[in-house]
């Protein structure tokens, strides 16, 4: 087959009229030199297909070190894609072109395989032009070439003869053999899931392994998807994997690096029966959000949602395997907001999930927090919105009893433990950023909430740490409950709650008068008009801008969902955004 790549002045070009096989003549690739291609090329023009006794000889002398360089060729492509490799190895094509129809090639060892694997890596999965598109229909007949490649065969004479006497061309026989095994391997795959009990007709256990492992070089073609899918949904009654590991972080790899579509059926199977793929799942999630420039909720739900792992998560095992991941990332970030508010985001949309899911194929709730006191999970698992605004304080109170009664509780004693239970009050920050507004708001008693919110800053109280919390952030409180009403606010009117802030030597108490405060200028009657020039002097003269930008962005999302804000609120979250994004 020839290869459609051309160098031109312009770029690389499709070239129709070249004869088969046709030299290209670009010098070798300087970046890569210990990967010859222009020593390998010319000897692959010297061969053709050997039809000569001194270029059989000629070919067997060299295969060994043939299969490694198409080795070290392959580790070198796995790691670039199709349009870089292409323009690092220009003579890539040519050269795998014409050893793909060297019969003395492909028949050595696990030469055939490589060749495979090395036409994969220049497949585009998502071609953009018509140079890629005629790049992947050469890629495909070369490599229905090698997969058709059989002992009778060898005879080619007699094997196109046989082609032609059904009515195809060699490219289209090929193309439907392929399409015949796949679809062969669908069905016999598929009728044994439903004939476990029948032993006889079983599928062997490593008869499915070999079949995995064939597909391992052709995972990103698209006719392959069909039995990608059965394979990843097929058990066998088996106790152990029957699936090549290999198989399954290639087929999960593709997947993350969106060279491949699957079913959610098949990805959730993946995920379930391969943990190492589910951990890389969430740890792609958390590395692309952190790539980001966090700046709106709904883009960070966007990308949270498109990785399928919130819908995923309705399976109890995979909710809880991310749940650990997520809280070693906390730990190992040191609990920053950006890591915390994508947290909150996966159980926003997971709890959504859960409730549009068929109560009748729902898990019970115990099956994700089995180790959680199960009132204070049914109350925090209350949205905001089933709620009418009016009972929140209510609400809130409830949360905050039960969880004081479990924290107090004497059998709590190891940071474990504590740190279990703060996780999981974390994981709702929805409720804390509403109690921090409903003790601006509410004309009642501070001391549920204060303490609600003086838990999740501080939830150890070790040497009276968060009671010397709940002391100075119930000074800042009364000062600013003082101010709350007045229509009109200067600058020096809420400089001693900003003076708390630099003087308290206690991070989390100063994180804590920060929400306090933000909250103070978002909601009260005269804080929108010192706002802009308040958070600006926070931001500079301490060390909160990130807690500030987070508690933000949390803001704009929660009214967008909830509603029950002025427009001028809303005005005024945006225009601290952009202000506060040139800083952060």
């Known amino acids: 087959m020839p290869c459609p790549w051309r160098r031109s002045g312009s770029g690389w070009t499709l070239d129709s009229e070249q004869p088969a096989l046709a030299h290209c003549g670009m010098a070798q690739d300087n970046t890569v030199p210990k990967l010859n291609f222009k020593y390998w090329l010319d000897k692959a023009i010297e061969w053709g297909q050997a039809t000569t006794l001194e270029c059989q000889k000629d070919v067997c002398l060299h295969l060994p070190q043939l299969q490694e360089f198409l080795h070290q060729t392959y580790e070198a492509l796995k790691r670039m894609s199709s349009i870089v490799a292409i323009q690092q190895f220009p003579l890539i094509g040519q050269l795998l072109g014409r050893l793909c129809w060297n019969p003395f090639v492909i028949g050595y060892d696990e030469s055939q395989k490589t060749l495979m694997w090395c036409l994969c890596c220049l497949y585009s999965s998502e071609p953009q032009n018509p140079v890629e598109l005629k790049a992947n229909s050469w890629i495909r007949s070369l490599l229905c070439h090698l997969l058709s490649s059989s002992k009778w ?114 990805i959730f199977s993946l995920w379930c029966r391969h943990l190492p793929s589910l951990e890389s799942a969430t740890l792609s999630l ?66 959504q999930v859960q409730q549009n899911e068929n109560k009748q194929h729902k898990f019970p709730l115990k099956a994700y927090f089995p180790h959680h006191h199960q009132p204070l999970v049914i109350a925090l698992l209350r949205r905001p919105s089933e709620l009418p605004s009016s009972h929140w304080l209510q609400h809130l109170k409830h949360i905050s009893d039960i969880l004081k009664s479990i924290v107090e509780d004497t059998s709590i004693s190891s940071f474990a433990e504590l740190y279990e239970i703060w996780f999981l009050v974390a994981c709702f920050g929805e409720w804390l950023d509403i109690a921090a507004e409903q003790l601006l708001k509410a004309a009642v008693a501070p001391d549920a909430l204060l303490w609600l919110l003086a838990f999740y800053y501080c939830p150890q ?48 108490t100063r994180c804590l008068i920060t929400h306090l405060l933000t909250s103070f200028l978002l909601f009260s009657s005269g804080g929108h008009m010192i706002a802009q020039e308040f958070i600006s002097h926070i931001t500079e003269t301490t060390d909160m801008s990130k807690e500030v930008c987070s508690l933000l962005i949390r803001t704009v999302y929660r009214i967008k969902h909830n509603g029950g804000e002025n427009q001028r609120t809303v005005k005024l979250l945006n225009e601290l955004l952009q202000k506060l994004a040139l800083k952060v």
């Open 286 to 351: 958390l590395d692309q959000l952190a790539s980001l420039q966090i700046n709106s909720l709904e883009k960070v739900a966007c990308v949270v949602k498109d990785s399928l792992l919130p819908k995923a998560a309705s399976h109890p095992a995979i909710f809880r395997i991310v749940n650990e991941i997520f809280k070693k990332a906390l730990l190992e970030t040191d609990g920053t907001p950006e890591v915390m508010t994508i947290i909150q985001v996966f159980i926003q949309l997971f709890i």
């Open 153 to 266: 065969e060898r005879n080619g004479a007699e094997t196109s003869t046989f082609i032609s006497a059904l009515g195809y061309t060699s490219a289209d026989y090929y193309c439907h053999l392929v399409e015949n095994i796949i679809s062969s391997l669908v069905t016999e795959l598929g009728g044994n899931q439903f004939n476990e009990l029948n032993i006889q007709g079983r599928i062997s256990v490593s008869r499915v392994n070999a079949v995995s492992l064939f597909c391992l070089p052709l995972i990103t073609l698209p006719d392959l998807t069909p039995l990608l899918e059965t394979l990843l949904v097929y058990h066998g009654g088996a106790s152990k994997e029957i699936l090549s590991s290999e198989f399954l972080e290639a087929v999960n790899d593709a997947f993350l690096k969106k060279k491949i579509s699957l079913s959610e059926s098949a």
């Open 461 to 508: 109280n070790e040497n009276q740490q968060r009671t010397q919390t709940m002391v100075e952030s119930q000074a800042v409180y009364s000062h600013l409950m003082m101010l709350y009403n007045c229509t009109v606010l200067s600058f020096g009117d809420l400089l001693p709650s900003v003076n708390n802030i630099a003087d308290t030597e206690q991070c989390h």
